[in-house]
Each structure stands twice: as structure tokens, then as C-alpha cells.
DNA sequence: ACCTGAACACCGTTCAAGT
DNA sequence: ACCTGAACACCGTTCAAGT
């Protein structure tokens, strides 16, 4: 990549990220570019869908949630280690708003240029959810696209100023929810 | 209302079913317009918003919601009678996809067409979680607008392609939520 | 190799002009 | 009283032309 186009492609993740995080995932792209200083163009030949825009920022942090999943397979509890780590899933969906509802449309999509993030991280959590099941008291029949649909459920909460308030409270729970599996 | 727009009414309205059914609540007004026959403008004076128009198209399924929750409390299990309620909710919620989002903007905006149907739904489940609190096992922190809120997530659910399927599953999931709360 | 302005086909909203 | 076409300021996408 020549280096003014190096920088172009910097230039245009900084100010993105400040637009999408004023204006939602939805944001028009041609304010992205204006207020990038960028040509329209230039903005979608680095970025040719909103989509690969929106997985060039979440990136660093999908995988940061990924090795956080790994590291709560440690903890004792099982039960605990899903929740902690359902409570972060969360958060994190809720970098920006509407984020969620393009990750859940990309995990159908394989075309998409999110669709293998969101896969990574279904199946970060698969892990948690099938130790929680085996040893812990998570819902036997759950699965890990169940386990992403409740975080996209619960984003999508976040995302609504009239639920947004009450979200922590309704995270715990739909946990109990998960985790109210009788033992045999 | 003369009766030229009289006809025009009605016809904008059977038309918007049809359109909104297939493409979701955030349908384009003048592929409605015209695919009804009628000026664009004249679209926008029967129903100023779009919020106007999806409030026109719900208001007698929303009444009729709002009748089943009075007839439900004569269920005798109080926990069977709300989730019986919040099911017929959430297959309601789900008539044009998108159409819950909009709902639950409408409830934290006074002005918004939708507001007042929103908030009648919102204090018939009220009435049905109130019983269940008193005299079943649901959540006793749970207020109305939890509610409301949980028939907005599962509606979200509903319409991602890559959820739809499990639902009904990851409803009686957070059914069990609900009524986890322990007799003292 | 990289960038840009302009064109294209859309959108919701508004309003002067018609019947 | 009611309707309409056209204008306005947007949008995402594409592409010929510039450096």
C-alpha cells in the first residue's frame, strides 16, 4: 500500500469510529468520508461495505473477547465463568449501536466481511456454555448460536433508551434462565 | 372526510399491509404510494409519519392484546396465565419485521404516533406480571416495563434470519427467568 | 497506484399549482 | 377539500478522468 493511502486507511478508522459512535452502525457513510476529509470513493474502496468497515474497528476487540473466553475456562465455577463472560459479550456488542443487529444479520450471511468475526465468537462461547453444561447447570438443550442470540437479545435492549436502564437487571435474569437446569 | 379520500385511505392502508408484510416496517413511503396508486403527499397527509401508518395498520390487534391480557387473569395458574400472554405478545410483535424496534422507540417518545398503543400494551402486561408477582412465582423486582422489554428482545429475536428458528426455545428459557423467584 | 468529482437511482419532506 | 408533480436535500454505488 503507498504510504498516502496508508494513511488515508488510518485516517478513516479514527474518524469512524468517532462518527459510528455518535450516530449508531447505521451512519452515513458519505459524513464519514466528508468529515475524513476523504473522497466518497476512496472510502469505499478501502472499506467496500459497511460491513468490512464496521469489522475493521471491532477487530482488536473481538479477539480480545475470544482470549477472554479461553481465560474464564479457568475459573471454578462454571456457572460463573459463563455469565462473567455472557456480562462482557454483552458490553462489548454494545461498542456501538445498531453493531448487533449487523453482527446477527453477518452470522447468516457468510458473504459478509463480519461473518467470520461473529463466528469466531460463537464459538469462544461454545466453550464456556458446553463446560457449564457438563459441569455447571446450564439449560441442557441450549446451544452456542442460543448463547449469541441471547447477547444480540440483550444488545438490542441496550440499544433502546427506553429498556437501556434495566438491561444489567434483565441480563441476570435471562442468566438464570440459562442456568436453572435441574441436576439428574 | 370526502369520499374520494375516503377510498384513498382505505386503499393506502390495504396496499401498506402488503408492502410493509414483505419488506418490514422500514418499507420505503413512496414504494407505497405508488404501488397504491396515489401522489406521494397524499400518502403523508392521511398518515404524517411513518409511526402514523404502522399505528393505523396495528390498532385493532393491538386492542384485541390488550382484551386477552383482561381475559387471561381468569386463568387459574397466575405464572401459566403471563407466559400465555407474553407468547401471544411476542407472535404479535412479529406481524412486519422491524416493527418491535419501532415500538420500543415509541414508548420513550410522547409524541411518536405509536406512544399511546404502546403504552396501553405495556400496562395490560402489567396488570398480568402484578398477579403473578402476588400470587405466582414471577420475578418480584420485575416491573411492566421489563416486560415490555423482554417481548421487545424476543420480537428482535424473531427477526434475525439466523435466530428465528430457536424463538420459541430461547422463550420459555427466559420464561424460566421470569419465574425463578423462590417462595419465602 | 491512488484519488476525486460527478452521475445515477434512490430516499423522506415540503409546497405551489391544479381540479 | 383534496390531490399531484416537482423541487429539495439527502443517501449508497459506480466510474471516467486526473495526478
Known amino acids: 500500500m503507498r504510504s498516502d493511502a496508508k494513511e488515508n486507511y488510518q485516517h478513516i478508522l479514527v474518524t469512524a469510529h468517532a462518527v459510528i459512535s455518535e450516530q449508531g452502525a447505521d451512519a452515513s457513510m458519505r459524513d464519514i468520508s466528508r468529515k475524513a476529509g476523504v ?35 479457568t475459573i471454578d465455577s462454571p456457572n460463573e465463568a459463563l455469565v462473567s463472560w455472557l456480562r462482557e459479550a454483552v458490553i462489548f456488542v454494545r461498542v456501538y449501536s445498531g453493531a448487533v443487529t449487523m453482527m446477527a444479520a453477518a452470522l447468516s450471511d457468510p458473504t459478509s ?37 441471547l447477547i444480540g437479545a440483550l444488545g438490542w435492549l441496550g440499544d433502546q433508551d427506553a ?17 436453572s437446569s435441574q441436576p439428574e
Chains 1, 2 share one sequence.
Do not use: V, W
Not at 62 to 71: I, N, P, V
Open 39 to 73: 473522497g466518497l470513493a476512496t472510502l469505499f474502496r478501502h472499506f467496500p461495505t459497511r460491513e468490512a468497515l464496521l469489522e475493521a474497528l471491532l477487530r482488536s476487540k473481538l479477539e480480545e473477547l475470544t482470549r477472554k473466553a479461553d481465560s474464564f475456562e
Open 163 to 179: 429498556f437501556a436502564p434495566r438491561s444489567d437487571y434483565l441480563l441476570e435474569l435471562i442468566a438464570r434462565g440459562i442456568l
Open 113 to 149: 466481511a463480519l461473518h467470520a468475526s461473529c463466528e469466531n465468537l460463537r464459538s469462544a462461547g461454545t466453550r464456556l456454555l458446553q463446560r457449564a453444561q457438563a459441569k455447571g447447570s446450564a439449560e441442557k438443550y441450549m446451544t452456542g448460536s442460543d448463547l449469541f442470540a
